[in-house]
């Protein structure tokens, strides 16, 4: 058995060394160079939960993800995979604060409950809840690096024998009976299965999903007495706060929903912070239920930014996390691809046997990305699976 694996983003790259690891002849084809700003797994940082708020499926995922994160890190050195606990804050039957502990009952994960003085006492930056709200501390959440991540998995798999083809963009894949022609401009290669990993072009690939690419932007901002032109911008009347307050292992990952619409997610700094000078900022962005969804084309992806890139971040957090600066110091485009249930779309092609998609990531992918990738490996061989995968299966929209 050979295969191909087009794409080698979070789920690709993943799927590569999941099929490396098992001696399979594997060749994975990326249209740029790894690890690349131009995709959707860029920005140093994604938030990782195991009680997922978007499907109570969804936690054994994160689970196994963890399990190969840890797995990853063994092999590359790195740290792929940072738990700190996450604070998610909300009225008690908003989706973040009813989801995470569905999700968390379902699962037997234990959560803690913060009352109002105790969320003062440990996370003052997160202080300031309405009345009515309560908080929740999730101890499983913490970051992964995705950069890092998708390095690591392809080194990996490079070194246990996997042929890796960068800067060359697949222009077409042909399955027939005797296996699939993946073409390029420079060649053309004969695999028994392919696996789609194409994030936002994937959406051009397989029109029978309504797959949509969003541009969606990632914003950094620091405290206020650390703007990039050094000056304070404290009001007189508040204290400048201590950088290190929005470090990471102070200010861990947050999620808070302020309303039915409205929900914001950050973190802290990650790495010292030694002070002001260093740029200590924290990554905030809108939950995507407060966003636009105007379908884009990847090819076009604007890439200048705009006032609206932040505008609706920095009120969140104006409300949300006193003491940031309003005017982001860092805007850098992204994109999701969302799928019309906000759930991946991992599995076999209903229209072609030798074909495996892996896409559709909604958003919220690449938490699970080593475990995508063991799932796409494990269609690809016709090996069952280790987890419920029936709620991301691609023939659910045939
Ligand atoms: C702002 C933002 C915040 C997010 N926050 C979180 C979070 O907190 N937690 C979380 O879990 N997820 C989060 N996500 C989502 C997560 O980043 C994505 O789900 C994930 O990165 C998607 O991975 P992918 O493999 O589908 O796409 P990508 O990583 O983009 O990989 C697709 C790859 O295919 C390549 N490719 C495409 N077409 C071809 C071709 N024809 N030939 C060769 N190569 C090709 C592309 O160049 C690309 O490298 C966030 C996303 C954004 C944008």
Not at 86 to 114: C, E, F, K, Q, Y
Not at 169 to 176: I, M
Not at 363 to 391: M, N, S, Y
Request: with cysteine; proline share 7%; glycine share 10%.
């Amino acid at each position: 058995m050979n295969v191909a694996v087009v794409g080698l983003g979070a789920m690709g790259a993943n799927a590569l060394w999941r099929l490396a690891e098992r001696g399979v002849s594997v060749v994975g084809f990326e249209q740029f160079t790894l690890a690349h700003p131009l995709g959707s797994s860029h920005g140093a940082t994604r938030l990782f939960r195991e009680a997922c708020l978007e499907h109570p499926d969804l936690t054994p995922i994160a689970q196994l993800a963890k399990t190969l994160y840890r797995e990853l890190e063994e092999h590359s050195g790195e740290e792929l995979l940072r738990i700190t606990g996450g604070v998610m804050m909300g009225a008690p039957d908003s989706d973040v604060i009813a989801g995470t502990r569905a999700a968390a009952s379902a699962h037997g994960l234990a959560l803690t409950d913060l009352s109002h003085a105790e969320l003062a006492e440990r996370y003052p930056q997160l202080a300031g809840l309405a009345e009515t709200d309560v908080a929740v501390l999730d101890p499983g959440a913490g970051v992964a690096f995705p950069e890092p991540t998708i390095r690591a998995a392809v080194d990996r798999a490079r070194s246990l024998g996997a042929a890796v083809v960068e800067n060359t963009r697949v222009l077409a894949v042909e399955p027939g009976d005797d296996g699939v022609i993946v073409r390029t401009a420079t060649g053309e290669w004969l695999a028994d299965r392919v696996i789609l990993a194409q994030g936002a072009w994937l959406a051009a690939e397989l029109p029978w999903i309504e797959l949509q690419p969003i541009r969606t932007p990632m914003t950094w901002f620091g405290p206020r007495a650390t703007a990039a032109d050094g000056a304070s911008h404290a009001p007189s009347d508040v204290a400048a706060p201590d950088a290190t307050e929005f470090a990471l292992e102070r200010l861990p990952v947050f999620v808070r929903q302020l309303s039915e619409s409205e929900v914001l997610w950050g973190h802290g700094t990650v790495g010292a912070v030694a002070g002001p000078e260093k740029g200590a900022l924290i990554k905030a962005g809108v939950g995507d239920i407060w966003q636009e969804r105007v379908r884009i084309d990847p090819e076009q992806l604007d890439r200048g930014v705009t006032p609206a890139d932040w505008r609706q971040v920095s009120a969140l957090l104006a409300k949300a996390v006193p003491g940031i600066e309003s005017l982001p110091a860092r805007v850098d485009p992204c994109m999701v691809t969302i799928s019309p249930d906000d759930q991946f779309v991992v599995g076999r092609s209903p229209r072609h046997p030798r074909v495996i998609v892996g896409g559709g990531d909604s958003g919220h992918a690449f938490k699970h990305a080593p475990a995508l990738g063991e799932i796409l490996a494990r269609f690809a061989l016709d090996e069952p699976q280790l987890v419920d995968t029936a709620f991301i299966d691609p023939a659910r929209f045939a």
